[in-house]
């Protein structure tokens, strides 16, 4: 069990630009998440996976973002036309399955120049 | 109202003391119940995972849920400097939804 992976550590990038994430799960974890923490917050649910269907969505999530965990190992977030209030740091977590504890990644911190 | 409220801190203590964190939350379905430690830069920690009303105790860490009063509690004994960190009280519907942490000093 080597825990949930998270890369890059930080990105940073201009305003418009496109980015992209990627969590490696817990091996044999089912579930996938995806969160987003801004300074002095708690987390917020952004969406999830049972292994590689995508089963809800956030209204956090707008139709720039999109996430996806093909043939349900490990999993991408891509924000297109970043702007500054992106800036956070994305978390992944992954489960065995429903209910049991998530396990979270260090996440990976998003700042927009 | 936020589904979970927290006191944002900082609470400050002494080594030694014992540390009582709380948070309150508003849907009374919700069954189950975790704390989570968070040091600067990481991740969040599972600490205590608890179904339903009572107690639960490990090591130094006991958690308490009072579903009647929707209250849900951590208690540290015998604080550490280490403990310095953010205890995120979280419920779990079909996803998790966190407060917004209580931020703990242990000096």
């Known amino acids: 069990d080597t825990g949930v992976s998270q890369d890059p550590r930080h990105k940073i990038t201009k305003r418009g630009q496109n980015v992209t994430f990627r969590c490696d799960p817990i091996?044999?974890?089912?579930?996938l998440y995806w969160y987003r923490q801004t300074l002095g917050q708690g987390p917020e649910f952004l969406t999830y996976?049972?292994?590689?269907?995508?089963?809800?969505k956030s209204r956090l999530l707008s139709d720039r973002f999109s996430a996806e965990r093909p043939k349900g190992s490990f999993s991408t977030l891509e924000i297109q036309r970043t702007e500054q209030g992106d800036s956070a740091m994305y978390l992944c977590?992954?489960?065995?399955?429903?209910?049991?504890?998530?396990?979270f990644g260090d996440g990976t911190r998003l700042s927009i120049l | 109202q936020k589904e979970v409220e927290q006191d944002p801190g900082p609470l400050s203590v002494p080594e030694g003391a014992i540390v009582s964190l709380n948070c309150t939350y508003s849907?009374?379905?919700?069954?189950?119940f975790m704390w989570y430690r968070q040091y600067s830069r990481k991740g969040p920690e599972l600490l205590m995972y608890?179904?339903?009303?009572g107690n639960k105790e490990d090591g130094r860490f006991t958690a308490q849920v009072d579903k009647s009063s929707k209250y849900i509690s951590l208690f540290i004994r015998d604080s550490q400097p280490s403990d310095s960190a953010t205890y995120l009280c979280?419920?779990?519907?079909?996803?998790?939804?966190f407060g917004k942490g209580t931020m703990l000093l242990v000096s």
């Open positions: 977590a992954s489960s065995l399955v429903k209910d049991q504890p998530q396990h």
């Open positions: 091996s044999e974890h089912n579930r």
């Open positions: 996976f049972q292994n590689e269907a995508q089963l809800e």
């Open positions: 849907n009374s379905a919700f069954q189950y």
């Open positions: 608890t179904y339903s009303s």
């Open positions: 979280v419920v779990n519907d079909s996803t998790l939804t």
